[in-house]
């Protein structure tokens, strides 16, 4: 899983990977080592009637309705956004995608990515 933060939005991108272990235990993780501590991102399928999110300790906790997760996850669709509310007012926008292989060459493992809809086509 890829994860992207700038200002107030979170991109969340995964690969088949991801998603076959988002499909199988309703939940995909991705922890990132900083000196003595680890920074916890997780997704989780659930059922409840609209996403939440919540930050503890160290993690970002992002729950999706489990029917959501299975429409984008058993179909083509590409990703889908949501806007959550903080408590001050402000917006917290999240969109959460499949990963594509990249269209020009780059120093990364992109084997688990999906076929970029893209590729092949000119400029």
């Given at each position: 899983m890829?994860?992207?933060i700038k200002g107030n939005s979170i991109r969340y991108r995964l690969d088949k990977t991801d998603i076959e272990v988002l499909q199988e235990l309703n939940k995909v993780e991705?922890?990132?080592?900083i000196?003595?501590?680890?920074?916890?991102?997780?997704i989780r399928a659930r059922e409840i009637?609209?996403?939440?999110?919540?930050?503890?300790?160290?993690?970002v906790h992002l729950?999706?309705?489990?029917?959501?997760?299975?429409?984008?996850?058993?179909?083509?669709?590409v990703g889908?956004?949501?806007?959550?509310?903080n408590p001050d007012g402000s917006i917290l926008k999240i969109l959460?995608?499949?990963d594509f292989k990249c269209l020009t060459e780059r120093d990364e493992d992109d084997s688990q990515a999906f076929d970029n809809p893209l590729a092949g086509e000119s400029c």
């Amino acid at each position: 899983m890829k994860i992207r933060i700038k200002g107030n939005s979170i991109r969340y991108r995964l690969d088949k990977t991801d998603i076959e272990v988002l499909q199988e235990l309703n939940k995909v993780e991705e922890m990132t080592h900083i000196g003595d501590h680890a920074l916890h991102f997780c997704i989780r399928a659930r059922e409840i009637p609209e996403s939440a999110i919540r930050m503890e300790n160290n993690g970002v906790h992002l729950s999706v309705p489990l029917l959501q997760i299975t429409q984008w996850t058993t179909t083509d669709q590409v990703g889908f956004n949501l806007e959550l509310p903080n408590p001050d007012g402000s917006i917290l926008k999240i969109l959460v995608e499949k990963d594509f292989k990249c269209l020009t060459e780059r120093d990364e493992d992109d084997s688990q990515a999906f076929d970029n809809p893209l590729a092949g086509e000119s400029c």
